[in-house]
């Protein structure tokens, strides 16, 4: 199969919007799933439907050859919604690819799967993990690091503190970052390797050592035109209560919840499973993906 037909979910997200658009100019023929009328594209197909209508993941699986699974919540007010999108969403476009006879399946994780006790995210990831791992697919599961590039609206609050010259950070810690076309590639990368069946990665910008906070916020910094920021890297307890005033300020739209606080405190997110160097290496280093993402975010006047 040298251009196999993709099934993927998450489609008008961040991470799945890039994926799209990568798979259709790599020649693949894309089914795509929405919730919301999409434009006209001969390229990609879209399946209107969501995680919680079966009937739909079906329609979307019909036909394909691999489901590339990335939908799922980011954010979620309690245990149960993030059970309800990041868990039976998973359960559901398993038992899908199954119905459609598609064997291939690629799950976008997350590296918060790997500590499942610090929040409900991280747990919801981790059991859509056990979802995928007991399906009898050929699935390999990809836990990216804190994902960036244009288009990003999660990022985007760096930028704009390192635009004001204060980067309010939590505790001192590491952490892998990918730019998404860079993850994008690898999704695509995965597609025709038998030899990933079973396996669980976690791809970065190849940073051995990943970043500290501050040192990332620098790079940031740097990005939009400053010299340097002053860095802050605030005690659990004040990244906690600023949690609890992001949600009563903002409500739903809150970026740093309880929920967030409690695993952007843990001390290691470095990627620790990297993909084998002769499968895939990354291409974009991140002082200059950092850099670009600044530019698009002028562009669309959101920095």
């Known amino acids: 199969m040298a251009h196999p037909t993709l099934a993927i979910t998450g489609a008008t997200g961040f991470v799945g919007s890039t994926l799209v658009r990568h798979a259709a100019m790599r020649g693949h023929k894309v089914r795509a799933l929405t919730r919301r009328a999409q434009p006209a594209d001969g390229k990609i197909e879209w399946v209107d439907g969501a995680l919680d209508q079966p009937d739909s993941l ?42 459609a006879g598609v064997k291939r399946f690629i799950h976008v994780s997350s590296m918060a799967a790997r500590e499942p006790e610090l929040s409900d995210y991280g747990w919801s990831k981790a059991r859509s993990e056990q979802v995928v791992g007991a399906s009898g697919l050929d699935w390999t599961i990809v836990r990216p690091p ?70 990332f916020a ?38 740093l919840t309880p929920d967030r606080a409690s695993y952007f405190c843990h001390p290691d997110w470095v990627s620790k499973r990297r993909p084998p160097v002769d499968l895939w290496r990354p291409h974009i280093e991140t002082n200059a993906g950092l850099k670009a993402t600044a530019v698009a975010y002028r562009a669309a006047s959101w920095l």
């Not at 079906?58 to 059970?83: E, K, S, Y």
Request: hydrophobic content about 45%; overall charge positive.
């Open 58 to 99: 079906v329609r979307l699986a019909v036909g394909a050859d691999v489901v590339i699974h990335v939908a799922g919540a980011i954010n979620a007010p309690d245990r149960a919604g993030f059970q309800t999108d990041n868990v039976f969403g998973t359960l559901n476009m398993v038992e899908a690819a199954k119905a």
């Open 218 to 255: 620098e790079a940031i910094a740097n990005a939009v035109g400053r010299k340097r920021a002053i860095s802050l890297a605030m005690p659990r307890t004040a990244v906690r209560i600023g949690a609890r005033i992001d949600r009563l300020v903002r409500g739903k739209r809150a970026k």
């Open 146 to 215: 804190a994902v960036y590039g244009p288009g990003d609206r999660e990022t985007l609050e760096l930028f704009k503190m390192a635009k004001r010259g204060l980067v309010f950070l939590p505790p001192a810690g590491r952490m892998s970052v990918i730019e998404v076309s860079d993850l994008s590639r690898f999704l695509l990368t995965l597609i025709g390797h038998q030899e990933t069946f079973g396996e669980t990665y976690e791809p970065d910008d190849g940073y051995e050592f990943g970043w500290t906070h501050a040192q």
